[in-house]
Structure formats: C-alpha cells, structure tokens
Antibody, heavy 121, light 108 residues
Framework: EAQLVQSGAEVKKPGDSLKISCQASGYSFSTYWIGWVRQMPGKGLEWMGI????????RYNPSFQGQVTFSVDKSINTAYLQWSGLRASDTGMYYCARPKDVGQYGAFDIWGQGTMVIVSS | EVVLTQSPGTLSLSPGERATFSCRASQNISSAYLAWFQHKTGQAPSLLIF???NRASGVADRFSGSGYGTDFSVTINRLEPEDFAVYYCHQFGISPPSFGQGTKVEFK
C-alpha cells in the first residue's frame, strides 16, 4: 500500500531555518512526482510546487519561488521541504502528496498526514 | 495563473438532501486536468473526483462530477453524515496548478 509519512510538528522563531520530511513507502519513489501543499490557518489549499525524485527536477509556484526549497534523498525514499529564514506568515499545515498517475502534477491520491509549522517569536 | 472560483462558499443542508456546488475557471481547462478533493477537519485532503467525472477509488457512487471548459460541478445525492466537509476543485493543466477557495458543506 502506497503511503507518505511526514515529520512531526515544529515550533520555530522568525529567521530560523527548517527542513521537514516526507517518507514514501509501498511504491516506486523515483517514478512519481511529489507535491507540496500549504494550508494556512483558516484558509484553503495552495499548490506550492512539485519535485521529481528521479532527477530532482523541481517546479515551483511563483508565489513560493525563492521562499522554499525542495529536495529528495532517494536512498531513503524521502522528500524534503526547507526554509532558510522562516517568517510568521509561514505558519501553517504543510502536506506532501503523490499524484494518481505517473507524470502528472496534480490529482493527488496519496497524502501525508501533514506537518504543522508554527513560527512565532 | 488560473483562478478557480467556487460557489457557494457554504452550503447548509441536512442528511438525505442533495448538494450541488460549482467551480468556475478563469481560463478553459482540459477535462483531464480537473479534480476535486474532500477535506475533513483534522485529516489530510482526499481525492474525490479526477478527470471531471471519474470517482477516485473507494468513493461512493452518490458523488458525481460534470462540466466542461470553464464550468464544473459536483453533486452529492442523499448526503450522508460523513459527507459534511470542505470540497476543493483543482486544476493542474495550466501552470502553476491551483485550487479553488473551497465550498463548505455543513449541517443545517
């Protein structure tokens, strides 16, 4: 059974760096894109971008370009989302998700449980 | 960026009633790249419908999707208690992919 398991909740201060993880199991990790989706408190879903584990090709939503970085470690089937300087506005729930079909950027049918990130001084 | 506008923002209904909500895109979307998600509080979103009208694995047949071009909708026949949630439309045919702002189906 395909599954994505994310790292636990984080509480950070503005300016801190952070890297959260998303570990895949039950399918060929290198074959499917992995997307990241943000939900700010009380708000809707936002497509942040997507990374292809096979070659680390990444596509960023312009709204997030330069604010976050995607990476993967194929040896442990894990994708990462990182920030180098958090802001209070980065507070939210972050989901990793896998598209239903190989080669697609959406129609995510496998989701991680979410990682809550709180940025507060 | 394609803007997806969902309506209504909130639907107040009772179990057994029919729910219909819509999604209008600011540009034509290929049907293959239009999906819907169900999101319950405290859970990850789940894929409901893909390719406008195809139910995802395990989705009950009381859910149906339709639409073409810029106008899409979902109908839930005979609402069950577990159907009360937020529903998002999603397009991924034009970069960057985007979500609608959501329609909340709540208990009346």
């Amino acid at each position: 059974e395909a599954q994505l398991v994310q790292s636990g909740a984080e509480v950070k201060k503005p300016g801190d760096s952070l890297k959260i993880s998303c570990q895949a199991s039950g399918y060929s990790f290198s074959t499917y894109w992995i997307g990241w989706v943000r939900q700010m408190p009380g708000k809707g879903l936002e497509w942040m971008g997507i990374i292809y584990p096979g070659d680390s090709d990444s596509r960023y939503n312009p709204s997030f370009q330069g604010q976050v970085t995607f990476s993967v470690d194929k040896s442990i089937n894990t994708a990462y989302l990182q920030w180098s300087g958090l802001r209070a506005s980065d507070t939210g729930m972050y989901y990793c998700a896998r598209p239903k079909d190989v080669g697609q950027y959406g129609a995510f049918d496998i989701w991680g449980q979410g990682t809550m990130v709180i940025v507060s001084s | 960026e394609v803007v997806l506008t969902q309506s209504p923002g909130t639907l107040s209904l009772s179990p057994g009633e029919r729910a219909t909500f819509s999604c209008r895109a600011s540009q034509n979307i290929s049907s293959a790249y239009l999906a819907w998600f169900q999101h319950k509080t405290g859970q990850a979103p789940s894929l409901l419908i893909f390719g406008v009208s195809n139910r995802a694995s395990g989705v009950a047949d009381r859910f149906s999707g339709s639409g073409y071009g810029t106008d899409f909708s979902v109908t839930i026949n005979r609402l069950e208690p577990e159907d009360f949630a937020v529903y998002y439309c999603h397009q991924f045919g034009i970069s960057p992919p985007s979500f609608g702002q959501g329609t909340k189906v709540e208990f009346k």
